[in-house]
């Protein structure tokens, strides 16, 4: 499966995230680098996107040798980098795209800039199956504190299916939810580990992906990425100074 992101330094999210959930889970990734970063696992600090059109001859080479069952985007570096991809997703409607839109760093520094936010709402999520956002990231993109209303917004302009993320909350339970065109969203929930963790997003975006990618439905997909992450959580690194990272390595039996 294809995955697309930019590099964290720390190995705790970013490409490294995503290459170790999707092989945990028995799927094979294709990476390819949108953005290198400066950052530990406390906070980025600064971010340089990669030349786009050696992203598009990075796309056009790997997809004329393999086949490509899903798609997992996270930090894509620049809006000229939304627009290749964009131009390269139009070619596989049929490809399951997971869009985790990667806005901050837990420490608050910026992964994405306005004209990026643009370009993911505008021509990216209309092509995605799913877009994972955090509460912070769906308020923004949604434009709205209440999550309802910003999720159909989003919904509303082109987005098949919100799953909102609740590792940022507090409470006993951590609750995720999924939105899409039902009437009434679906939630899971899912005992809370205290603390926060570097690259949990970037992990359950991809497990999505890599089950989607072996024909799970869009549910068992969430189901199986969830019990994953909590895995990985219940073992996870002191890797650094900052946020202790999610040990993606552990095997996974299903």
């Avoid at 769906?138 to 609740?166: F, H, K, M, Q, Y």
Wanted: charge should be negative; hydrophobic fraction near 40%.
């Amino acid at each position: 499966m294809l995955v697309l992101s930019g590099l964290d330094p720390s190995g705790g999210a970013g490409i490294q995230a995503d290459i170790q959930a999707i092989t945990s889970l028995g799927c094979h990734p294709l990476p390819i680098l949108t953005c290198l970063t400066v950052q530990d696992t406390r906070n980025v600090y600064s971010a340089e996107a990669i030349d786009p059109e050696l992203i598009r001859k990075q796309l056009d080479c790997i997809a004329g040798d393999a086949p490509i069952h899903a798609v997992k985007t996270g930090a894509l570096g620049s809006a000229a980098v939304v627009d290749v991809l964009v131009e390269f997703l139009g070619k596989y409607p049929d490809v399951p795209v997971i869009t985790d839109p990667v806005i901050k760093a837990a420490g608050g520094g910026d992964l994405a800039d306005e004209n990026i936010l643009a370009s993911m709402k505008e021509r990216l999520f209309p092509l995605a199956e799913m877009i994972t956002p955090n509460g912070l990231e769906l308020a923004l993109l949604g434009e709205s504190d209440d999550p309802d209303e910003a999720a159909a917004r989003l919904i509303a302009n082109g987005c098949a299916s919100v799953l909102v993320t609740g590792g940022h909350g507090t409470g006993i339970h951590l609750t995720n939810t999924l939105y899409n065109h039902l009437s009434t969203p679906m939630s899971w929930d899912i005992e809370r580990i205290g603390g926060e963790y570097h690259g949990t997003g970037c992990t359950l975006a991809a497990a999505i992906a890599a089950g989607r990618a072996q024909g799970l439905s869009a549910r068992a997909a969430i189901s199986q990425a969830q019990n994953y992450v909590h895995r990985t959580i219940l073992h996870a690194l002191e890797v650094g100074k900052g946020q202790p990272v999610p040990d993606r390595g552990i095997l996974w039996e299903r």
